[in-house]
């Protein structure tokens, strides 16, 4: 399988892109960033695109692939509904367009996050536009997808958070987290990474992934 993953700057992204480099089914990895992730690999390709609603301008990158992985996103804090929604359905949907018109037989996977509404009804305004997104991916018709939606995530294999004040509270919590590594509630990175591999190759009726669904996917014999 070869797959396309985004946000790999990010610690979802990175512990996704970490699972998919180590594993044998995975024949190549295309990245797509605004900055370089400096990672050399020989399954390894990584393309820069500043603007991503501008994916069709890099259409001939994406061919020949079988999934995405979508692990792109940012924080609501300090962010009105306009700019939020810019950021996370409006970029979510010119990717996904853009993918269905090469392959609509690919995976689409999308990390959306705990709390996340479908109805699309909440009156949190983060919980509503993600809820949108999922439901646009859903919808569009390809052959599989999942919306990741974890909450707490213990980071391995030397992660890090990217956002300042996540890194703050996770090296604050890391004794704990280390004795949560084998808990049924918080997934670590590398069984998020593990679960959407599994979508890959092996499709369930459950599209919607919390934190305890993730684990029991990624722990999965097949």
């Known amino acids: 399988m070869n797959v396309i993953i985004t946000g790999t700057s990010g610690m979802v992204g990175k512990g996704v892109l970490l699972e998919c480099l180590s594993n044998k089914n995975i024949k190549s990895v295309l990245i797509i960033n605004r900055s370089s992730i400096d990672l050399k690999h020989s399954k390894l390709k990584e393309v820069l695109l500043k603007d991503f609603t501008k994916i069709s301008t890099i259409s001939k990158d994406l061919e020949k692939y079988n999934a995405c992985?979508?692990?792109?996103?940012?924080?609501?804090?300090?962010?009105?509904?306009?700019?939020?929604?810019?950021?996370?359905?409006?970029?979510?949907?010119?990717?996904?367009?853009a993918l269905y018109a090469i392959n609509p037989a690919m995976v689409f996977n999308y990390v959306s996050g705990s709390g996340t509404d479908s109805t699309e009804q909440s009156k949190t305004m983060w919980a509503?536009?993600?809820?949108?997104?999922?439901?646009?991916?859903?919808?569009?018709?390809?052959?599989?997808?999942?919306?990741?939606?974890?909450?707490?995530?213990?980071?391995?294999?030397?992660i890090k958070p990217k956002t300042r004040w996540y890194r703050i509270v996770y090296t604050i919590l890391i004794p704990f987290m280390r004795l949560l590594k084998n808990s049924k509630t918080m997934p670590t990175t590398t069984k998020v990474g593990l679960a959407m591999i599994h979508t890959l190759f092996h499709s369930q009726s459950l599209k919607h992934l919390e934190n305890k669904d993730i684990i029991l996917f990624a722990d999965r014999t097949f």
């Open 69 to 97: 992985f979508f692990c792109m996103g940012t924080s609501s804090v300090g962010m009105n509904t306009k700019d939020y929604t810019s950021i996370t359905f409006d970029i979510t949907k010119a990717f996904a367009d």
């Open 128 to 158: 509503r536009v993600k809820g949108k997104t999922e439901n646009y991916i859903l919808n569009k018709g390809f052959k599989d997808a999942y919306m990741f939606r974890p909450g707490v995530i213990i980071p391995e294999k030397g």
